[in-house]
């Protein structure tokens, strides 16, 4: 989803107007009118610098160009030089916003035939520099078929805020499908096959791409955006991916302790069967640069799930686990598609004392809302990570001694908790609580020679 970003101008377009069309009028030395008709693409150079035009409401200094626009043409503007985040605003010669602000893009769609102004300016009020405008006539496609390693050019309007395509699939694979935007929050969306997918945000952009293993068949493509209204251009594309090298799909089945494989999530959870031969703390991550990865773990005792433990967009799962059959599944939080990778760990436990050394695990059952009580030993100065991980409760974590009174809450990921300190030499109280007081139930405790930060 797009961040809220303040414009660089008033929100009213009739106070954005008088902001940029106060000099519009007669100013001296603005380029003559630009006249497209004939051209499919044309260059404009400019510069602001302190002696430009300012904007009243911001404090930032723009320069116009006059364009003569036909109604029904679809001119791209893209802008590049040294003036950082350059913000493209168009007016028709009354002064009334037609299009913007946007920064680094702009699509042109006169809805009748004029003069227009095309005003760039600096984000803020120290926005100087050189700057070269890219005009470019396009032909949109917004419907239709979709082929592969084709780009399509569409347009978003406010009577048509979705645009469907068809894809035909000859040959099965796995296909990737981006959709990209200077000027929109995008979402695409893909059906068909048993398939139903979507996706918002790819990475840490408001594009959106899928990946999914297709077979022959037909699929419909929407393309669409979470803005209201949804106004502006985008980019879409289909290819057949490669996997990299050395990796194969596993997409079900036995996962094994110490084992890493890699799937390809999509609208169907991957399940997967793994065997835990003792009691132990048990770890399952699933990792990916491309979706919002989600997790379940099932089993004797134990039904937990976990969206972000893994920090980022990945998932973490943490609990302790008795002898047993359990049963992972792996999809992704917003419906998307993508690649991931799988992996688990054990560490069996050392006990059930209420006394810790470092490298030890130990488990323990709370009971009350007091909490329980594990005198800490450390025998050598250092770095220590403590931690307090639990399935049952959201747990909370406190350590005494030496000077220090320190709490944790979910510093290990989803609600456990890690204390992370430099300790002297000597013993410390550790206090496993539960952060509301109000629930009970069994718990790790773990004490880690560390890194410090």
Known sequence: ?????????????????????????????????????????????GEITSSSPLNINDGSHYQVFDLTLQQGDLVRVRVTGALEDAVLTLLDERGQLVNGPRQGGLHLAPETSGRYRLGVSG??????????????KIT?????????????????????????YQLSVSEAG????????????????????????????????TDSQLVAQLQPGTYQVTATALDQPAEGTYDLQVSQRSLPQGVELTNGGELS?????????????????????????????????EIDSYLTLQGPGVNVEDDDGGGDLD?????LVQPGTYRVAATTADGGAGLFELTSSLQPISGDGNRIRPGELIAGRLTSEQGTQTTLVISEPGFYHVDLIS????????????????????GAGGTNSRIGRYLDAGNYQLTSKDYDDSSTGTYVLSVELADEG
């Not at 695409?188 to 952009?205: A, I, R, T, V």
């Open 140 to 164: 949109p496609q917004n419907s239709g078929a979709l082929l592969l390693d084709e780009s399509v050019y569409g347009l978003l309007s406010r009577g048509q805020d979705a645009n469907h």
């Open 257 to 289: 302790i110490g084992q890493s494989i890699s799937g390809l999530a999509d609208s169907s959870p991957r399940q997967y069967q793994l065997t835990v031969p003792e009691r132990a703390l048990l770890r399952v991550r699933m990792n990916s640069s």
């Open 1 to 45: 989803m797009r961040s809220s970003t303040a414009s660089i101008f008033p929100s009213s377009r009739s106070v954005l107007a008088v902001a940029l069309a106060i000099g519009l009028t007669g100013c001296a030395g603005l380029p003559s009118a630009t006249d497209l008709a004939g051209q499919n693409a044309t260059r404009l150079q």
């Open 391 to 410: 399935a049952d409760f959201d747990a909370l974590l406190r350590l005494q001694g030496g000077g220090l009174d320190l709490e944790d809450d979910d």
């Open 174 to 205: 796995l296909y990737q499908i981006s959709m990209g935007s200077d000027e929109l929050d995008t979402v695409l969306k893909l059906s068909g096959g048993g398939l139903d997918l979507e996706n918002d945000d790819y990475g840490q952009s």
């Open 315 to 319: 998932a973490q799962i943490t609990a």
């Open 123 to 136: 984000s803020a009020d120290n926005g100087y520099g050189p700057f070269a405008l890219e005009l470019e």
